[in-house]
């Protein structure tokens, strides 16, 4: 009996999941759930995880290897005014 009422529990806290998270995997939302003691720490869990997920997602966007046209993105950028300064030395 008690194991029926965990796998209620499982399945409830599970569907919970799945509506907050609709874009991760049952398997990954069930680890989650396991390892954590609770819902509120299995929640903060997918949320760091997707926090995580979305800065390393904008750091490869704007990575030099992953852009698609690097050299034309760098030409149009505004570059500074390159000012050269000239010396004269003499010699006595």
Known sequence: MKNGVEEDIKRAKLQTMKELFPQRSDQDLLQLIESTQ???EA????????DE?????????GSPTHRV?????DAKKPK????????SVQVL
Do not use: W
């Open 69 to 73: 046209n690097s050299d034309e993105e």
């Open 43 to 50: 929640i903060t869990a997918a949320l760091n995880f997707s």
């Open 38 to 40: 609770t819902m509120d």
């Open 80 to 87: 500074a005014n390159n000012v050269s300064i000239g010396f």
């Open 53 to 61: 997920a979305t800065f390393r997602k904008r750091k490869l966007k």
